[in-house]
């Protein structure tokens, strides 16, 4: 129980509330279902593509106050960046983008999974996890992992008002984990509840290979409520 109960520093980045937010990668499906249900709740997205064409395109279908560009500008615009690029390209992208991410708060919600005839499994990642591989990429960042199990299905049905799960933030400043538990809190029927410092964030996103075989199994769009708190 170290990790809840030990006090975590707080950040010296000062952020408005709500904060521009940025989604990397934002016009693949978890990009954009993000960006969709974080514009619904009143915040500013850009979404980030290599292409910015491409980006200000899928932006246009979007509700809300949503705009489009290349992901170096969309990391720029941003006072909060999601990175939701696959995990094939994550390295790369963060270690081409550490001088636009400086002094940002940095949520990664990627999960390193293979896939093979048996479904889906976790990657060994050599940091630890895709959450820590960011934080040694981005020295002048704050790092936080989150909303790694969100359905994209979910986020981007027009027919889904809330979507009702947890989301398990983890990062080692006290500040940025509050901002990102916040924000997950803007979405109806999200809750952000803080899940341990960074060097916990592999087992979050290896469950997610799990919750990929429970919807299989089931044929649905599974998340995750944490009791008691």
Known sequence: MSDSAAPLPATSVPLPDPPVVSVLGGTGPQG??????????????????????RAQAA????????SGASNADAAK????VIVAVPWEGHGEL???????????????CVNPLGFDKQGAFALRV????AAEQARDLLPDSTVVAAFHHVSAVLLLDEDVERVDTDVLVLGD??????????LADRIPGMRGVYAGRLRNASQ?????ANLISVNRRYKAH???RVTDV
């Open 94 to 108: 963060l270690s081409s983008l550490a001088a636009e991410l400086a002094g940002k708060v940095v949520v990664d």
């Open 126 to 129: 050599a940091e630890g996890s």
């Open 32 to 53: 954009r279902g993000l960006a969709r249900r974080l514009a619904i709740a009143g915040v500013s997205v850009v979404l980030g593509s290599r292409d910015a064409v």
């Open 222 to 224: 599974a998340g995750l």
């Open 204 to 208: 979050v996103e290896a469950l997610t």
């Open 77 to 80: 615009a941003g006072d909060v």
């Open 59 to 66: 932006a246009a279908e979007l509700p809300g106050q949503v």
């Open 173 to 182: 400043d006290r500040e940025a984990t509050d901002r990102v538990q916040a």
